[in-house]
């Protein structure tokens, strides 16, 4: 998948390769579109983020972060250029990408699309490795080496939970969980509901399991 289906050079990951275009084979209905252009060998985004799913999970956390990267509609339009041939907006998620000429790189659907629903999740509960069982939560992220520190702020009703990763090549066994700077032995953060904010760490080193 990774030689044959991702783009550098565009930035996206390619349903199949190459695209079908006045072949004697009868793929179905995507042969209707033009030759990269959404099913037919273009980005058709669920599959990229499945992708970086599967390779998160498998422990290839640089993959999983380059597809992650690729994915985020904002880094299609960081200058002049780039705007102009991504041409969709950049705030939200494209349920598909162009990857053949003469649109190499153009965004299609917008808005409309599933594709972020999967996205969110990919953040949530693979990258950011949130494991939400009713009012308890555990962590198991997949994030690459050079996310060292980093934080989200998590809601749970009218309570804040401002949660603080940090990876470390000395961290040594399993995922470590402070709340309030209270040491939780279990590894599990009970949630609950007191409408005031907490502060929760998250140490850990690479490759870390519980």
Same mark, same amino acid.
């Given at each position: 998948?990774? &030689?044959?289906?991702?783009?550098? %050079?565009?930035?996206?990951? +390619?349903?199949?390769?190459? =695209?079908?275009?006045?072949?004697?084979?009868? =793929?179905?209905?995507?042969?209707?579109? =033009?030759?990269?252009?959404?099913?037919?060998?273009?980005?058709?985004?669920?599959?990229?983020?499945?992708?970086?799913?599967?390779?998160?999970? &498998?422990? #290839?956390?640089?993959?999983?972060?380059?597809?992650?990267?690729?994915?985020?509609?904002?880094?299609?339009? !960081?200058?002049?250029?780039?705007?102009? #041939?991504?041409?969709?907006?950049?705030?939200? !998620? &494209?349920?598909?990408?162009?990857?053949?000429?003469?649109? =190499?790189? #153009?965004?299609?659907?917008?808005?409309?699309?599933?594709?972020? &629903?999967?996205?969110?999740?990919?953040?949530?509960?693979?990258?950011?490795?949130? /494991?939400?069982?009713?009012?308890?939560?555990?962590? *198991?992220?997949?994030?690459?080496?050079?996310?060292?520190?980093?934080?989200?702020?998590?809601?749970?009703? *009218?309570?804040?939970?401002?949660? /603080?990763?940090? +990876?470390?090549?000395?961290?040594?066994?399993?995922?470590?969980?402070?709340? %309030?700077? +209270?040491?939780? *032995?279990?590894?599990?953060?009970?949630?609950?509901?007191? +409408?005031?904010?907490?502060?929760?760490?998250?140490?850990?080193?690479?490759?870390?399991?519980?």
């Amino acid at each position: 998948m990774w &030689a044959e289906l991702v783009r550098e %050079d565009l930035q996206i990951v +390619q349903l199949f390769a190459p =695209p079908f275009d006045r072949s004697a084979l009868d =793929p179905g209905y995507i042969k209707g579109y =033009p030759p990269g252009v959404r099913e037919n060998a273009g980005q058709y985004t669920h599959g990229a983020v499945w992708a970086a799913m599967a390779l998160a999970m &498998a422990g #290839r956390n640089e993959q999983a972060a380059t597809l992650l990267s690729f994915l985020n509609p904002i880094n299609h339009a !960081l200058d002049p250029l780039a705007v102009e #041939r991504y041409k969709v907006e950049p705030y939200v !998620l &494209a349920a598909d990408i162009y990857s053949q000429s003469p649109y =190499p790189g #153009r965004g299609g659907w917008t808005w409309y699309t599933g594709s972020a &629903a999967w996205f969110y999740r990919l953040l949530h509960e693979v990258i950011f490795g949130i /494991v939400r069982n009713a009012d308890t939560m555990r962590f *198991q992220p997949h994030v690459p080496a050079s996310w060292t520190e980093f934080k989200l702020h998590y809601r749970y009703y *009218q309570t804040f939970y401002h949660i /603080v990763y940090t +990876q470390s090549r000395a961290h040594q066994g399993p995922i470590r969980l402070t709340l %309030d700077a +209270q040491p939780l *032995q279990d590894g599990t953060l009970k949630l609950e509901n007191d +409408q005031r904010e907490h502060t929760v760490e998250v140490h850990f080193g690479p490759g870390a399991v519980e």
